[in-house]
């Protein structure tokens, strides 16, 4: 099976975490760890380093360094895009004039507030797991 890193973002984390760790579950995810985390700007500006020349992109940092983050490894065949696609959309907002359901259609208030965050690829899986959980565990 592949891994992917999940992160509940700051503002989803205090009210719907057992919610979505739930549908993680019912998905056939397995949880390899999971813990909560309050990211550094350093870590963030890593994270989201693709997007550094956006207008959005301090605005991004803020957020995400706003409070805690709920970081997971995920488990699964194909788990990059099977999470991603669980995930749906960036923008909730446009998301929402289709009729496909996903945690950022179901939680998401905005194209930044977007409830969750999942790798893209993964390369930038092993690289995102090593960046948050560092020395936490090496698999
Ligand atoms: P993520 O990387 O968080 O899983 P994504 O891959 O769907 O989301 P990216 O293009 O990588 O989308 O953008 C990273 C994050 O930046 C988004 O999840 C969202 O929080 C924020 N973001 C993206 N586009 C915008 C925008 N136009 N305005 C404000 N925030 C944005
Ligand atoms: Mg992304």
Known sequence: PEQTLALIKPDT?????????????????????MMAVCLSQADIEKLYRKLQDKPFFNQLVDFMCSGPCMA?????????????AMMGPTDPCQARETAAESLRVHFGKDILHNAVHGS????????EIHLVFGDVCRE
């Open 72 to 84: 997971l490894i995920l488990s699964k065949f194909r788990a990059v895009h099977e999470w991603r």
């Open 120 to 127: 893209s690829s993964s390369e930038r899986a092993n690289e």
């Open 13 to 33: 984390v205090e009210e719907h975490k057992d919610e979505i760790l739930k549908a993680i579950q019912d998905a056939g995810f397995s949880i390899l760890h």
